[in-house]
């Protein structure tokens, strides 16, 4: 069997989803044996001419990981789309926006305001931002065009197979690397590397009714290791998120926050998760109502913590940021 | 042309909507703004329900429920009230005006308010202009 041509690609991202596939270890002289790569940045040298050289459809997968923030990105996201046969975008970034896509609570102008300015680690007396093109001496710089909103690649381009995770688990990753070598896959379109049900379903917690009369945070409180953490007031996003990761947080005692995305039948991962914390809700008088939900911090944030992009409305409705 | 804002009212089968189809018999002249949609039970909406609509092209929902204690369905309107609670919240962190999403009580004979609800809704969401100029 010929040898798997195979790109990797990191857009608005962290880094961490190198790592994932860094972090499968030994494994990673199988994939030499199985493949061939033809770009991945964060380890070897490439130059995008390299990739523009090749005839369409050369590369048999790519995937592909962050989101798309600026013209680089969505350049390169075109091009690797036309170049590859198979796309994969790959964690929770390219699949849904990912934490970048937070920024969509904000316009361009407030991002970047923020960032060379307002920060308290900020020092920055010349008021310097960057520009789009410079000149200097030995010619004209350029740097890429920062968009209004943060996208997801599927919202820029087609894409075949989503891997979640923020970043993927590494035995996920794995397998779906065997799996892509095989040939093995399910029809395009489908989520990979995870499972059918909600991770409250894989959850071993004890369940019992949730009603609470308090929300807590873990920075505060420590949970009890054997109850679940929506009954203790902990928000955990267990109900609105897609298992497979092994329930990774919650077994180190700490709340799901949502990074596998929305379970298969939900749109809008927040306001699945909303109504899951509504519901917990304790009272039927409106005051104290109120009084329960106040105590929430950034409900919004943490709804959407990992979906904003991909969700219903995207991110913020202000005049500014149309 | 002046700006017409499109409402979506997703009214509880046993009191709102038979308050809005009073409305009409009682002859009671109010905004035509509203399109209204039946749900069996105010507990029944769902906040991707009200996402959906504005993603669609609504410049604002009207959710009415049975009054506090007369649910036909015993508590849907306190769960539909703790949703909201909490809606409110994350709207008003995606900046779309209170004005716009609106929960409310009506009665299978408060025609009138019913009425006055919508008037009111549709001044307050025409003097805010369309909700999708708003959008990216
Ligand atoms: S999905 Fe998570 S780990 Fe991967 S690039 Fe985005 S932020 Fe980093
Ligand atoms: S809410 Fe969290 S702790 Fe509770 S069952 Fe679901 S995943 Fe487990
Ligand atoms: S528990 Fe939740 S946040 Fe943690 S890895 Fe799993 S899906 Fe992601
Ligand atoms: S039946 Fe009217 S609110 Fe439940």
Redesign the pocket.
Known sequence: MAKLKLALYWAAACGGCDVAVLDINERILKVAELADLLLWPVALDFKYRHVEAMPDGHIDVCLFNGAVRNSENEHVARLLRKKSKVLVAFGSCAYMGGIPGLANFFSRREVLQHVYSDTASTVNPGGTVPLEKVRIPAGELELPTFFQRVRTLDQVVLVDYYLPGCPPVVDQVWAVIEAIAAGNLPPPGSVVGASDS???D????K?DE?KIKQFRSVATYRPDPE?????QG?I????A?RAGCG?KC?KANM??RGCYGPPPGVTDQGAKMLS?VASVVDSDDPAEVERIISQIQDPAGTFYRFSLPSSLLNGAHRKEIA | MTFEPKIVGILCNWCSYTGADLAGTARITYAPNVRIVRVMCSGRVDPTFVLHALRGGADGVLIAGCHPGDCHYQAGNYKAMRRYELLKRVLDQFGVEPARVRLEWVSASEGERFASIVNDMTDKIRALGPFKEAQG
């Open positions: 909600a991770l409250c894989e959850c071993e917690r369940k949730k109850t679940c953490l929506l009954e902990v955990c996003c267990g109900p998120t329930a919650v709340p799901c899951a």
